[in-house]
């Protein structure tokens, strides 16, 4: 009985060794498909569609990458490429698919498998900054600036607008105000009750009428003057131009410059000395739409 028994084992036991040659001649007769890993196999099927997985590529020291599911069916495994050693001591940037993977990503991470990129891609554009508008309303502001006449013994005279009644106890007017209002399918916007109101040398009050036109196409202001001051109680009349740029966005009169001179009647003597006239500067605000 002990001898059967012996046989019986030694039997088995061949047997087991047998079945483990076998198994290793079978793995070492099937190398790896390049690139396909341990995943599922290539063109089997599988859903939904762009779902991945995880694999491993036996042709790369089994580094690990991602299949996809493209068209019903599994794609090859893609893994990274090893990273390589750059020059200067340090680590060189990994690449896969023939492409520079991501310097931010950790080495020896995967790229995206093709199942999950797109060729759509889109064309970003910064919307320009708007020019602004000429905006129609009530404008309010200020007119500086110099004139000489002939009855001065001490040249030119400092002129400037003045915020004041109109009459005894009336509402206090503004200096120099003006509407201005837009023309139906046009870009011109037209002055309408322009009005300038001050001093010369703080004594010799002076009014203008004040007209024109602005182009907002060009932001640009051109206009006339047509006004008088008063020496004891004797009017001067005087005639004019005014120019101006008209900022869009914060809605100002700017840059605002007028010429003054006094028209001589037909024969009359020139007056001794400089031509009376004056010219200076000019701005104007929106305050009401």
């Not at 569609?49 to 996809?68: H, K, Y």
């Not at 060729?119 to 004139?147: I, L, M, Q």
């Not at 037209?190 to 602005?214: M, Q, V």
Request: hydrophobic share 35%.
């Amino acid at each position: 009985m002990a001898i059967g028994r012996m046989r019986v084992l030694g039997v088995l036991s061949w047997m087991a060794g047998m079945a483990v040659f076998l198994q290793l001649a079978a793995c070492s007769a099937s190398p790896a498909t390049p690139g396909r890993g341990t995943g599922s196999s290539v063109g089997s099927s599988c859903s939904p569609e762009n779902v991945t997985q995880a694999c491993v590529c036996a042709d790369q020291n089994n580094a690990a990458g991602s299949q996809a599911c493209t068209a019903g069916a599994w794609m090859a495994c893609q893994c990274a490429a090893a990273p390589t050693s750059g020059t200067g001591g340090g680590s060189a940037v990994a690449m896969a698919d023939s492409g520079v993977v991501d310097a931010q990503k950790p080495m020896g991470a995967t790229s995206d498998p093709p199942g999950n990129s797109s060729p759509v891609r889109f064309d970003w554009y910064r919307a320009p900054v708007s020019g602004g508008s000429c905006e129609a309303g009530h404008y309010v502001g200020k007119f500086t600036g110099n004139y000489y006449t002939a009855i001065s013994l001490l040249g030119a005279l400092p002129v400037s607008s003045t915020d004041s009644a109109a009459t005894l106890g009336g509402p206090i007017l503004p200096g120099l105000e003006f509407t201005l209002n837009k023309k139906p399918g046009s870009e011109i916007l037209a002055i309408s009750g322009g009005k300038i109101r001050g001093t010369a040398n703080g004594l010799y009050p002076f009014e203008i009428d004040l007209l024109g036109n602005l182009d907002c196409s060009t932001g640009k202001f051109t206009g006339t003057m047509d006004g008088w001051y008063s020496v004891a109680g004797i009017k001067t009349p005087f005639l004019g131009t005014v120019t101006a740029d008209y900022n869009k966005i914060t809605h100002q009169f700017i840059n605002g410059k007028w010429t003054l001179h006094e028209p001589q009647p037909d024969g009359g003597f020139p007056p001794i000395g400089m031509p009376p006239g004056g010219s200076g500067d000019w701005n104007a605000n929106l305050t009401k739409p």
